[in-house]
């Protein structure tokens, strides 16, 4: 059967691939300890699946506005205000079906054939593929260890061409849990301003943040940059809700109308009644993301100190998000080959860096209790030692 072509420009999501074998040999009895899944082992907070529930009950589950409740938006709005420093109206937010949705909604309605979009490397393995999807050209950035894995204003001044229509920048980082500083990424907009390109910051994991290091919206350093700025974000990560598949995307009202036309043609409105459990997650305490991020803190302190005895590997400090994102080119393993070995062998499911463009590296995941990390720790480092 002849299928378009456009699916054979993209690859499927290893991500999801290796946390799906993972689950299957659990099933199976086989003692997994998986750092696979960029998912909190926690449950939703209870005050979110109230509201939730009680909009059920009154009866919200029929049809609703393709952009989303109007309450919610208003909530984002409000938020974005609060917490960024952006000032967008309820009329400048489309809720969609998880933050990927919104990127991909983004990507579709602003990318011709042709245009470039700038990517840094590690990257989220799905922008390439959105990108192509929209027949646009991804632009890989590459950074290293040494420099932080973080581009330079630099740079990015180098790479951008008559072609160029967005910069893709997520701060803090999947899968390097990097994150720019308030200095850098002011520089990074003055160059975006002065090349008059869009572009699209994902924010996924802002509340994920750890000593002392700060969150700072591209968007919010005056009214040029405001308006070449898109946001990307959603509640799957900070309010442990990556089931519930709410997100949104923000920004001028042209692309944001154009990206709800889009909508009303695929998924049309959200889920209705789980949108008043993202109702409730904004307006009530955020004493739930402290709890969560403070257990997330804990367990990076023990990762680290751990990945730290294991000889051959490095592996730079992250200041955000969940993972760590060692090195592994010592045991002469290129990622894909180590990460299926280490499956096989020691039952510890990894995630190859090759899919975000760092084929020496492996992403790990510690959203997942204490017990996993120590005990598949241990046979990663048993696994390392075969090749020091």
């Known amino acids: 059967m002849k299928l378009a072509a456009r699916v054979g420009e993209v690859t499927p999501s290893l991500t999801l691939a290796i946390a799906a074998t993972a689950k299957a040999m659990k099933a199976e009895g086989i003692d997994v300890c998986s750092f696979s899944a960029g998912e909190p082992d926690f449950d939703t907070p209870a005050h979110i699946k109230a509201a939730a529930a009680k909009a059920l009950e009154a009866g919200k589950t029929k049809y609703g506005p393709v952009a989303g409740e109007p309450q919610l938006r208003a909530a984002i709005a409000k938020k974005l205000q609060t917490d960024n420093g952006l000032n967008y109206a309820a009329e400048n937010v489309l809720v969609t079906n998880g933050g990927k949705h919104s990127l ?60 160029t229509r967005l910069l893709v920048l997520n701060s803090p980082s999947n899968p390097t849990g990097m994150v720019y500083s308030p200095a850098e990424i002011r520089a990074i907009a003055e160059v975006v301003v002065e090349k008059d390109i869009l572009v699209v910051s994902d924010e996924i994991y802002e509340k994920l943040l750890y000593d002392g290091a700060e969150h700072v919206s591209i968007g919010s350093f005056g009214p040029e940059i405001f308006a070449r700025t898109l ?42 009644f789980a949108q008043y459990g993202a109702i409730a997650a904004l307006e009530s305490s955020q004493d739930c993301v402290e709890e969560m991020r403070t257990a997330f803190a804990d367990r990076r302190r023990f990762i680290l100190d751990r990945l730290a005895a294991i000889p051959g590997l490095t592996c730079p400090k992250p200041d955000g998000a969940f993972y760590v994102f060692p090195n592994i080119s010592k045991s002469g393993l290129k990622s894909l080959e180590f990460c299926k070995q280490l499956l096989e062998n020691q039952q510890v499911a990894a995630i190859p860096g090759i899919a975000f463009g760092a084929d020496d590296c492996i992403r790990l995941s510690y959203a997942t209790d204490m017990a996993t990390i120590e005990k598949g720790i241990d046979r990663l480092d048993k696994f390392m030692r075969q090749y020091i």
């Open 231 to 272: 946001i990307s974000n959603g509640f799957a990560k900070a309010y442990s809700m990556t089931g519930w598949r709410l997100g949104y995307l923000a920004g001028p009202l042209e692309i944001i109308k154009a990206a709800n036309t889009l909508q009303s043609h695929s998924t049309s409105n959200i889920c209705t």
């Open 104 to 163: 991909y909604n983004l990507m579709m309605v602003l990318l011709n054939p042709g245009d470039e979009v700038i990517i840094p490397a590690p990257y989220w393995l799905s922008y390439p593929e959105m990108v192509r999807l929209a027949d646009a050209v991804p632009v890989i950035l590459p950074t290293t260890e040494e420099t932080g894995y973080k581009i330079t204003p630099d740079q990015l001044r180098s790479a951008c061409t008559s072609k």
